[in-house]
């Protein structure tokens, strides 16, 4: 494959020019299996290659920490010779952890099943904004007190943290339920027509219901973002798994 601007040689396909600054791939779809990740280059809607980068999984726990990290980070030295716009990852959940971690880029994850024309199908619909102010400056509406302590607090602050985020609206206590687990649990629910979602916070007996303001444009998109909100909560050991 040769550069899309000034015509150079790339050593491998997709990948970013040195000679003219070029990108030449503007996605990258990460699949995770515990001993492999497939990673599919995309420019628009066309595939311009494809690559496996292979480990050996650990069953002892000390080395598999090094081995998990060392894997990921031949999978995030991948996508970073490429400088994509955006990751989308699907599969075993550790490698894909230990991956995001090791990047910068926008990073969405995506349906396990044929994830590359996941992706591909929604490659033509317009891309949703990004609002790029702190977390903290999302929070908005008249209830300001929520419940859970420290883990609620770091529950908003991992859904006011998502790109696609406008806004996060903290919603009345509702201290009347009657569940007896301990321990706060937090759950994004279904986006409505406009593509708005719930964070329902969890502690005992408590709820609250949350509004979620993002930038999707329907129930559809909505979902999307919806799905990656309830990845971060479960990331961060917010939700059960």
Do not use: W
Request: hydrophobic share 30%; net charge negative.
């Amino acid at each position: 494959m040769h550069c899309r601007r000034c015509g150079n040689p790339l050593e491998k396909p997709g990948d970013y020019c040195l000679t003219c600054n070029t990108a030449n791939c503007d996605a990258v779809v990460a699949v995770f299996a515990a001993d492999r990740a497939t990673l599919t280059f995309l420019d628009d809607e066309d595939v311009l290659g494809e690559t496996t980068v292979t480990t050996i999984p650990e069953s002892d726990d000390e080395t598999k920490v090094v081995q998990l990290r060392n894997f990921a980070g031949l999978v995030a030295d991948e996508i970073r010779r490429k400088r994509p716009e955006t990751v989308y990852a699907a599969g075993e959940r550790a490698p894909l952890r230990e991956t995001r971690a090791q990047l910068h880029h926008e990073f969405y994850r995506v349906s396990d099943d044929d994830p590359v024309q996941r992706v591909l199908d929604t490659r033509g619909e317009r891309a949703l904004e990004v609002v790029d102010i702190p977390p903290a400056e999302k929070l908005g509406g008249s209830h300001s007190t929520l419940i859970g302590g420290r883990r609620g607090r770091r529950a908003i602050g991992v859904v006011a943290g998502h790109p696609h985020v406008k806004k996060v609206i903290p919603g009345p206590i509702d201290a009347g339920g009657t569940g007896s687990r301990t321990g706060l649990r937090a759950k994004v629910t279904r986006a409505d027509g406009n593509g708005n979602v719930r964070l329902l916070l969890r502690d005992g007996s408590s709820v609250q219901e949350n509004r979620i303001v993002t930038t999707a444009m329907n129930r559809e998109t909505g979902e999307r973002v919806r799905d990656d909100l309830n990845e971060a909560l479960r990331e961060d050991g917010l939700q059960d798994e």
